[in-house]
């Protein structure tokens, strides 16, 4: 496996993540819960950005594993 | 008139004005009344009786009296509820039996209670051992309430300085295989939510004795086919492991990786993921 396929899957992984946080931010019927879960929400999505800026430098330095 | 007549028409006449009688008297229920409530009651009952089976024969003055009975009762219970005074005069004032672990002797005396009747009544508390009561009372309807040391009374989240998942009552969606919308609305889903979370679980509405939501929107379901076995909600747990796997990865990058800034960049990324864990843990695992 290679490192940007290892980086990949954890991206997906964590957008999975994000998608679940964000039905729980909006789902929960206690304030504090659904500003918990908003907070993590922004958190994740920071870790994301992060991890799609690696993301494209692997693919601009390895194209040949461009894509899926 | 036949008398079996007149029986027939006072009785079903009393029996419809009894149960409107009661309903006006309110929802004390018999085990939790104050003697004197109970007295009440029971004169009301026989007054009802003794009308019904003609031994009061002129019924004007059943009435009278069963009206007496009534009226008075809700004008006292008015009356102590404005005046604290009126109150304690008529359902009594608690009595303090057990104070800082000493069981007080003259109380018990005046309440009429043995010791031996103290300690039944604790047992049924579960308490068997009278070192660990810190207080005890006599409440006005007989009833003993009992507050453990506070070394002995049941750890609780807030003991452990443990931020608990905050939850609220589930409404129950589905009962017998029917859906009920009102609760639903309750919780701000539709039938179509209902209809996927079904799906997902391949279930179909009418195999569904009871179905739960709680509060933060999962569904619950009791199948009338037992032999089924119905995945329950494990998103959140399921969350939390794909959280934990992904700040596992995030450190083996940051390990791998020879660049100085992007080890930094991932170790910081993992312990943000981690302290995002340690808040969400409250509420994902339970």
């Given at each position: ?68 | ?94 009595t303090v039996l ?34 660990d009561v810190e ?152």
């Amino acid at each position: 496996m290679t490192v940007g396929s290892k980086v990949k899957q954890t991206l997906a992984n964590l957008k999975g993540i994000e998608s679940t946080l964000r039905i729980y931010s909006i789902q929960g019927r206690n304030e504090d819960e659904r500003r918990t879960f908003e907070e993590a929400l922004q958190t994740t999505a920071k870790v994301i950005s992060d991890l799609e800026l690696r993301m494209k430098t692997l693919e601009y330095e390895e194209p040949q594993y461009k894509g899926f | 008139m036949p008398n079996w007549i007149m029986i027939l028409l006072r009785s079903s006449i009393l029996f419809f004005l009894t149960v409107l009688l009661i309903r006006i008297l309110g929802k004390v229920s018999p085990s939790r009344m104050t003697p004197f409530k109970f007295v009440n009651y029971m004169v009301i009952a026989f007054i009802v009786a003794l009308i019904s089976t003609n031994i009061i024969i002129n019924p004007i003055l059943g009435f009278i009296a069963l009206g007496v009975w009534t009226l008075y009762t809700i004008a006292l219970d008015y009356l102590s509820i404005k005046s604290k005074w009126i109150h304690d005069l008529i359902n009594g004032k608690e009595t303090v039996l057990i104070k800082d672990g000493k069981v007080m002797e003259e109380n018990l005396i005046q309440v009429r209670l043995t010791g031996e009747e103290l300690l039944r009544e604790l047992r049924s508390k579960n308490v068997f051992n009278l070192g660990d009561v810190e207080f005890a009372v006599m409440e006005s309807t007989g009833e003993i309430n009992v507050l453990l040391k506070s070394d002995r009374k049941p750890i609780t989240a807030h003991d452990l300085q443990r931020k608990v998942d905050p939850k609220s009552e589930p409404q129950t969606v589905i009962l017998d295989g029917n859906i009920l919308d009102e609760s639903l609305s309750n919780m701000g889903l539709n039938r179509n939510w209902l209809d996927t979370e079904l799906q997902k679980m391949g279930v179909s509405l009418d195999n569904v004795f009871i179905g739960q939501v709680d509060s933060s929107g999962d569904l619950y379901v009791d199948l009338f086919d037992d032999t089924l076995q119905v995945p329950q909600p494990k998103v959140k747990e399921l969350l939390y492991a794909n959280l934990e796997k992904s700040q596992a990865d995030l450190l083996s990058f940051a390990l791998e990786t020879e660049d100085r800034n992007l080890k930094s960049m991932f170790s910081k990324d993992a312990d943000k993921l981690k302290k995002v864990m340690d808040k969400l843990k409250p509420y994902l695992l339970r």
